[in-house]
């Protein structure tokens, strides 16, 4: 997902994705986020899982809010499939573009 610099974005931290046989017969990797949590733009970061670490990812608040909730023992948490979630990139501004071509 390409997403402006200046957008409000909710960071949600995760520990590490667990598997989960649920949406498919072979396990599939899902994240728990909080349902509390979930915002209109949010970005997903791995804290804990060393394959995942500095990788960014977005998901909208109405894609995440469409998937079940469960427990995670404590909370109620919405289960979603890390295929859903897309790769961040931030684009650069125009007013940064245009200053950069002046400046080179």
């Known amino acids: 997902m390409l997403i402006s610099k200046q957008t409000p974005i909710n960071v ?44 960014e990812y977005y998901i909208a608040g109405h894609v995440a809010k469409s998937y079940p909730i469960v427990s995670n023992g404590t909370i109620p948490c919405r289960e979603i499939p890390m295929s859903v979630l897309d790769n961040l990139e931030y ?13 080179d």
């Not at 072979?26 to 733009?41: G, N």
Request: aromatic share 12%; glycine share 2%.
């Open 12 to 55: 949600l931290e995760v520990w590490y994705p667990k598997y989960s046989t649920q949406y498919t017969d072979k396990k599939e990797r899902v994240v728990l986020l909080a349902d509390y949590k979930i915002r209109e733009h949010n970005k997903v970061i791995f804290t804990k899982a060393k394959h995942l670490l500095g990788r």
């Open 91 to 103: 684009k650069e501004e125009v007013a940064q573009i245009a200053k950069n071509l002046f400046t």
